[in-house]
Each structure stands twice: as structure tokens, then as C-alpha cells.
């Protein structure tokens, strides 16, 4: 058959072009125009003057920038990896089982990442409640005092660590499942053949075949917890906010409180170079540990 580039090549072009338009419009638009913003002193809502690098070198001179960077490092820190390893525990007992107790079990795990992050507060913010929570039982019953767990700045961090992995691990859980069930079943065969106890089978062909889906996991968990928001805000409601912020947090407070724009752009510049940073080191990462793996 006689084919045309050209013509294939017009055809490719008009197929993607409305995704590239889309995705012109709803980012990278709005990334130039943030990048932008952050050389000027504009408000959230209309222009401003050129002050070149001026926002970026009040950074490191700003008591809430650090503590928002530190906490973001803290909190990447409490759930990425926890996270993930919560995650493949419970995919690990989930293929253990079958038939409906399997489907339900699995339901059960995945149904806190299909709800909104506003139940997801009221969930434990009643569970953890100073006065009634029932959470609070066992610290009386171990003889303790009771901690109002999200007024506490020492407790703020780990305990939405905990709400968060809780919440986001059906996600990773089912990733995990898709990695374990692509896993063919004749090489568990042949490690049982050969005697492989449970621990040598995970060591020996689990683990290395799962690892492209574990530097996945990884890699999606990383970005989203930089990007943490909605958790640390609802939960400081009646708190120390300054104290908890994170990156996004703090970027709300420049834009939408202070109306700085210029400023909130700064900071969002950073944590977008982070982000970008920080998950090609992943990825490069897991890809040459995964090269050692095979």
C-alpha cells in the first residue's frame, strides 16, 4: 500500500491538537504567567512594578518560608514512604484471599480515598476530639493525660501524617494489586518447587518484580504530599496555623490573606522547581535501583 506522510503526518497533528490546546490553556499559560508574577509586587488582582529578583531573596530571610519548608520536609518524610509500605503490606494480605472476602476486604481499604477531605476531617477530628473523642479513651485507660492532638505542635504533624496515609493508601493498594497480579504464576511455582520459604519468594521475585510499580507509587506519593494542603488547613482551625505551615499553606496566606501575588508566585515558583527536582532524582533513582534489583 502506498502511504503519504505528509498526510499521516496532518492527521497526527490534528488529532492531538485539541489535547495541546487544553493543555496550553489550563497550564502552561498559567505557569508563564506565574513565573511572571513572581518579578512583581502585584496584588492577587491586577498588575504591579518590576522588582526583579526582590521576592525571591526575601526567601531565605522569611521565618514562615523556612517554617513552611521545613514542616513540608517533615511531613514528606512521615507518610511517603510509610505510605507505601502500609500499602504493599496490605496488598500483600489482600492477594492471600479470594472470592467475595477478598472484594470486601478490599473495598474497605479503598473506601477513605474516595471521600472528600471536609469528612475526612470531620472523621477525625470527632475521633480525636479532647472532650469526647474516642480516641481520648485510651489514654485514660493507660492512665494519661489527655492531648488535644491538633492544638499541639509537637502532635499536629505525625497525626495528619497518620490521617493522610489512611486516607490516600486504597490509591497505592491497587497499584500494587495490578503489579503482584501481572506477576506470572509459574515462577511462584518453581520457588516452591525449589523449597523457597515466604521471606526468600518476596526477596527473590516479589520484590524485584514489583519494583517498577513500587517506584511509581513513590514517585505519585512524593508529589502529592509536597503539594499537602487541605489536611493541614482544616486541622489548624482554631490552632497555631503559622506553626504548621507547609509550602501551599503558606502560599494561600501570601495570596489570598496578604494579598502579596507577587510574593505567593515566589514561593510557588519554588515549590514547582521542587516538585520537578525532586521527582526526576526519584525516578532516577528507583530506575538504577531497580537496574540492581534484576
Known sequence: MIRNPGKEALVAYLLIAPFVAVYALIFIYPTVQMFLLS????????????????????????????????????????????????????????????????????????????????????????????????????????????????????????????????????????????GLRAIPREIYEAASLDNATRWTTFRKVTWPLLWPVTSLVLTIQLIVQLKIFDQVYLFSTGGRPNDNLVMVYYIFQRAFQSDQGGRAAAVAVVLFIMVIIVSVLNFQLMRLSGGRNR
Open 39 to 178: 518579578f512583581t509586587d502585584a496584588g492577587l488582582i491586577g498588575g504591579g512594578d518590576f522588582v526583579g529578583l526582590d521576592n525571591y531573596e526575601r526567601l531565605p530571610r522569611d521565618r514562615r518560608f523556612d517554617t513552611a519548608f521545613w514542616n513540608t520536609a517533615y511531613f514528606v518524610l512521615l507518610t511517603v514512604i510509610p505510605g507505601t509500605v502500609v500499602a504493599l503490606g496490605i496488598s500483600l494480605g489482600v492477594t492471600r484471599l479470594s472470592g467475595r472476602l477478598q472484594a470486601l476486604v478490599l473495598a474497605l481499604f479503598f473506601l477513605p480515598y474516595i471521600l472528600p477531605v471536609s469528612v475526612v476531617y470531620r472523621l477525625w477530628d470527632w475521633t480525636l476530639n479532647f472532650q469526647f473523642g474516642i480516641a481520648m479513651h485510651l489514654f485514660d485507660f493507660f492512665g494519661m493525660d489527655r492531648v488535644p492532638i491538633f492544638k499541639v505542635t509537637a502532635w499536629f504533624m505525625p497525626a495528619v501524617a497518620f490521617v493522610t496515609v489512611w486516607w490516600t493508601c486504597g490509591f497505592s493498594v491497587l497499584l500494587f494489586l495490578a
